[in-house]
């Protein structure tokens, strides 16, 4: 199990337990009917967020993932040009071929398991290293910064 020093876990579990409460979490966040649904909708917004983020908090976030979710965001390289929360969706349902206020949903699911996995202190930089529009993705206020 990858595990990160600076937030150690209190009960470590195997990976492959870890990734079934992750697809459990999102099921029920996500009203979907089966665990393979799930598991299917974590796949496409992990590797898509993968192709997003980089640098330490990709790192971070895939420490604190369960093993297998940490493989699928991994498994992705960094898009040059970095896109914004709505082009996000817009490329996950354009690859799914679903439609995107369906994959708005699929997304929102998916990072509800995410920060609850993360914290709030890496969810936090991550959003700011992201281009604006993911905030409302993960449930948060969309973060200003000062002028």
């Known amino acids: 199990m990858i595990t990160d020093a600076r937030a150690p876990l209190e009960h470590p579990q195997p990976s492959g337990t870890a990734y079934e409460q992750m697809l459990e979490k999102v099921r029920y966040e996500g009203a979907y009917p089966t665990r393979e649904k799930a598991d299917e909708v974590v796949r496409l917004v992990l590797s898509g967020l993968g192709r997003q983020l980089t640098g330490e908090e990709r790192v971070d976030l895939a420490a604190r993932l369960p093993l297998e979710a940490a493989r699928v965001l991994t498994m992705q390289v960094p898009d040059i ?61 969309e973060l200003k910064s000062a002028a």
């Open 81 to 141: 040009q970095p896109l914004t929360g709505w082009a996000f969706v817009k490329d996950l349902a354009a690859r799914s071929g679903a439609s995107p206020a369906t994959t708005r949903w699929d997304t929102g699911s998916v990072f509800a398991a995410v920060v609850a996995s993360a914290g709030p202190d890496l969810i936090t930089r991550i959003l700011h290293q992201l281009p604006t529009g993911y905030a409302l993705l993960f449930g948060q206020a």
